[in-house]
């Protein structure tokens, strides 16, 4: 069945210091991808998306580019801030469709010290 | 205002009681669902419901049962709690995607559960 990879973590970085975290997928046909984020003690929101090949999502200075050749979707940002500190969560929406339910890898949690 | 809101925001019970958690949307959407979340983080959906149609997960106990009064809401009922119930519990919903509308999903802040 389709799924969801991400990188363990925890993963603890400097301020300033530059950020990725893996995201691998296992699909049939072509899903959406997402980045959800999760501040502590709040739910989880959109971070950013990409719906087909080579899109490139962004959002608050993050970045993921869907790459169907290596079936991942990493998230990257340039320089972290402490108020990026929280968990985040790859998922896909299997077929590229609209209407089925998200698939969530475990999620990664950052930890960003000043 | 608050698009997806749950009640309460924590609950502490005794192994055995029964207890409800409340969500309610008021973003219009169709379609909500119930999101477990264990202490290391992990999703698993519950059960998704989309316009009267209740499609339940099967490896959810059946002491779990949604009930969807309308389509903005969805509650959560939880009969003869166990220890490992105890989780965060996150409601969200989702509107009908059309065109490159992906039909973000928009959660509640969740419920702290604690059994003891």
């Known amino acids: 069945g389709d799924s969801v990879t991400q990188m363990e973590g925890p993963v603890t970085l400097s301020e300033e210091a530059f950020l990725t975290i893996n995201c691998t997928y296992t699909a049939t046909g072509y899903p959406s991808l997402f980045w959800y984020v999760q501040y502590p003690g709040e739910g989880l929101q959109l971070l950013l998306k990409?719906?087909?090949?080579?899109d490139k999502g962004s959002n608050k200075g993050f970045e993921a580019t869907y790459r169907k050749e290596t079936t991942s979707f990493h998230l990257e940002k340039g320089s972290v801030q402490v108020s990026d500190s929280a968990v985040y969560f790859c998922?896909?929406?299997?077929?590229?469709?609209?209407?089925?339910?998200?698939?969530f890898g475990k999620g990664t949690k950052l930890s960003v010290k000043p | 205002d608050t698009a997806v809101s749950q009640t309460p925001k924590y609950l502490v019970t005794q192994m055995g009681n029964d207890k409800s958690i409340k969500c309610e949307q008021n973003l219009g959407h169709d379609t909500m669902y119930w999101y477990k979340q264990d202490s290391k983080k992990f999703l698993k959906i519950m059960f998704s419901y989309n316009n009267k149609e209740l499609i339940i997960n099967e490896t959810v106990p059946n002491r779990f049962s949604p009930k969807s009064p309308d389509k903005a809401h969805l509650n959560l009922h939880i009969n003869s709690l166990e220890l490992g119930d105890s989780a965060v519990y996150f409601c969200a919903s989702r509107g009908q995607a059309s065109g490159r509308n992906t039909g973000e999903l928009f959660f509640g802040e969740g419920s702290r559960l604690t059994v003891l």
């Open positions: 990409a719906t087909k090949a080579d």
């Open positions: 998922a896909l929406r299997p077929g590229g469709g609209s209407q089925g339910n998200l698939i």
